[in-house]
């Protein structure tokens, strides 16, 4: 899960393994979510979103699972490669009272995942 | 495939002289976004841009930040009097629409303020 400070919560798996990484969100009223990997001196890359209306969703090797009842969002990887290592973010999109959006996106504070060959 | 482009890669600035980041958005994208994440530290949410005026700021975003879009391509931030604390990477995204849709990210901008 996310963690407050400077300290990430990281993971460390074995090449080939199932990797999930959690994902606490804070606000009921956040209507979509996205998976950012980033690596080291590059920006957030695109990974996989999820609409509330979704509790699953699958792309190539990834899934992203929302749990809305708890506010719970986990991204499982699978069959982890060393260059999937990298740091993970959760992101929310909140929605205004009128059901509007500006797009901000507000980040969780991110896992560091750890492949070992 | 389309990317969003940031330009310089690190950008060292005296305290107290004006810095202008900029950003070469994804070409169909409509809205246009700077965040900044100091190091270590999770990516925070700075502006949004649409239609040439801004949507929302965050409160960070004070008035010694402006953003503009001086042409069909560029989008650029600018910060009039850098402060210390100011040092981060900021980053630059676009994306088609405000929901629903994912933001595509630059690399950033490593701004060092000494």
């Known amino acids: 899960g996310e963690s407050v400070g400077l300290h990430l919560p990281t993971l460390s798996v074995q090449e080939g393994d199932n990797s999930i990484i959690n994902c606490a969100y804070s606000n009921s009223a956040s209507d979509y979510f996205i998976w950012y990997k980033q690596e080291s001196g590059k920006g957030p890359q695109f990974i996989i979103d999820?609409?509330?209306?979704?509790d699953k969703r699958q792309g190539q090797r990834v899934t992203v699972l929302l749990n809305k009842t708890v506010k719970h969002l986990s991204l499982q990887i699978a069959a982890t490669q060393p260059g999937d290592s990298a740091v993970y973010f959760c992101?929310?999109?909140?929605?205004?009272?009128?059901?509007?959006?500006?797009?901000?996106?507000?980040f969780g504070q991110g896992t560091i995942l750890t492949v070992h060959p | 495939e389309p990317e969003v482009t940031q330009t310089p890669s690190h950008q060292v600035t005296q305290m107290g002289q004006e810095v202008i980041l900029r950003c070469v958005p994804i070409s169909n994208h409509l809205y246009f976004y700077w965040y900044r994440q100091i190091l270590g530290q999770k990516v925070e949410f700075l502006v949004s841009?649409?239609?040439?005026?801004?949507?929302?700021k965050s409160e960070i975003f004070d008035d010694q930040f402006s953003v503009e879009r001086p042409d069909g391509s560029n989008f650029t931030l600018k910060i009039r009097s850098t402060k210390l604390e100011d040092s981060a990477m900021y980053f630059c995204?676009?994306?088609?629409?405000?929901?629903?849709?994912?933001?595509?990210f630059g690399d950033g901008t490593r701004l060092s303020i000494l």
């Open positions: 995204a676009s994306s088609r629409t405000a929901r629903n849709q994912p933001q595509h």
């Open positions: 999820i609409r509330s209306n979704m």
């Open positions: 841009f649409y239609n040439n005026e801004i949507s929302e």
């Open positions: 992101a929310e999109n909140i929605l205004f009272a009128g059901g509007t959006s500006y797009g901000k996106l507000t």
